[in-house]
């Protein structure tokens, strides 16, 4: 399931998409929840009763000012979450 | 109506149905699904993985009352008691406030389910329209999600922003979709990121002389222009199926359609119960599977 977390207001479209396929058989260890300085990834049971990774609810509607700090401009060439996750499951819409 | 007395335009007609044609008393499994949602609650009530009764109704200020009120609609009409439902699962925004709840589950692999059941197994984008938020979902031929993006953070292409409109143009809100294609031209849409811009645009729009069903039919192309743009970036697999209270409104169905340039799959059933349905449906999924590993033991 490619679960799609975030918003899209006046400024734009921000989403964090986790294809969850890649997370129930992560080979990463689960690197996403310290990749993120901002602690924003979790681990979750969804509804078909996989561990799956997950923005947490508090960050979801907040992306564009939270994930701010990773981007080019706060000095980063990759973004460290994306980076982390091996598999590939997390890409950034913007 | 007194004078000084205001009238809801916005308010939408609720409503309780069994299907009389089934006897409950005959079923094994009865499951029950409970969407509290920000706007709408609803009850649906299954027996042996059909559809048997639902209720629709208002969600009050408190997500377990609410819950209640909406349950016990359908049980009163059926003579059922809440101890002759064997699973009830909760779903929609207050999903964890449902006191007699086995277990909850999202509303977005609920609507998945629902829509399953309402439109066919050849369903493959399901558009969600609720009360304060926006969903659009890829599914597989069992309902299950496969794909999911939502949008809570603006009231826009949601109800609430619909009854936001019906409050200001003083015309009930079952009246919108039918009025919008009452116009000479199609007019262009209103401000489509913001409820709060697109009142002020519409009050702007009546002042330039406007009728009342041109602005409606800007703000019905502005609601569905929000939703395109949401779907289309996870792209539309046909069939293609809506549910939510907009649903009901064709004055935005029609012009999504247009958009999207596919039709969506028509029902008889109400588009609001499709979380609801799916929640009771996900109940009789898990007790055939309990029975089915108690049987192995």
């Known amino acids: ?94 | 109506m007194t004078a000084g007395e205001k009238k809801e335009y916005w308010r939408w007609q609720e409503t309780c149905w069994i299907d009389e044609s089934k006897n409950w008393r005959d079923a094994k499994i009865i499951t029950a699904g409970i969407d509290v949602g920000s706007v709408s609650s609803q009850a649906v009530i299954c027996v042996d993985g059909e559809l048997y009764g639902y209720n629709s109704m208002r969600t009050g200020n408190n997500s377990p009352d609410s819950a209640r009120n909406a349950i016990n609609g359908v049980l009163e009409k059926s003579g059922m008691k809440l101890e002759d439902v064997t699973y009830v699962i909760g779903t929609g925004y207050g999903r964890v406030n449902v006191p007699f709840a086995h277990k909850a589950i999202t509303e977005i692999a609920c609507h998945a389910r629902g829509a399953n059941y309402m439109g066919g197994n050849t369903v493959r984008t399901i558009l969600d329209m609720g009360g304060q938020d926006c969903k659009a979902i890829h599914c597989d031929e069992k309902g299950k999600v496969t794909n999911f993006l939502m949008n809570d953070k603006c009231a826009a292409g949601t109800g609430r922003g619909m009854e936001v409109i019906a409050d200001l143009m003083q015309i009930p809100i079952a009246e919108l979709g039918p009025r919008s294609f009452d116009v000479d031209e199609e007019p262009e849409a209103v401000s489509s990121t913001c409820v709060v811009f697109a009142k002020s645009e519409a009050l702007g729009l009546l002042k330039a002389g406007y009728s009342k069903n041109k602005v409606i039919a800007a703000y019905c192309q502005a609601m569905a222009e929000r939703v395109v743009s949401l779907i289309e970036r996870i792209g539309v697999e046909n069939d293609f199926f809506i549910t939510g209270g907009i649903a009901k409104n064709p004055g935005v169905v029609k012009r999504i359609e247009k958009l999207l340039g596919t039709k969506a799959v028509e029902t008889k059933l109400d588009s609001q119960i499709a979380g609801a349905l799916g929640a009771a449906l996900f109940g009789y999924t898990l007790m055939q599977k309990q029975g089915a590993s108690a049987k192995a033991a």
């Open chain 1, 1 to 94: 399931m490619i679960a799609n977390y975030g918003y899209k207001d006046g400024s734009g479209e921000y989403y964090i998409s986790i294809d969850t396929d890649k997370c129930t058989s992560c080979t990463a260890g689960r690197a996403c929840l310290t990749a993120c300085p901002k602690g924003m990834f979790e681990i979750i049971t969804d509804d078909y009763d996989d561990e799956v990774a997950a923005v947490k609810q508090a960050f979801r509607r907040s992306l564009a000012f939270d994930c701010t700090d990773c981007k080019p401009a706060g000095g980063y060439t990759s973004l460290p979450c994306s980076a982390a996750c091996t598999p590939g499951a997390i890409k950034h819409s913007w």
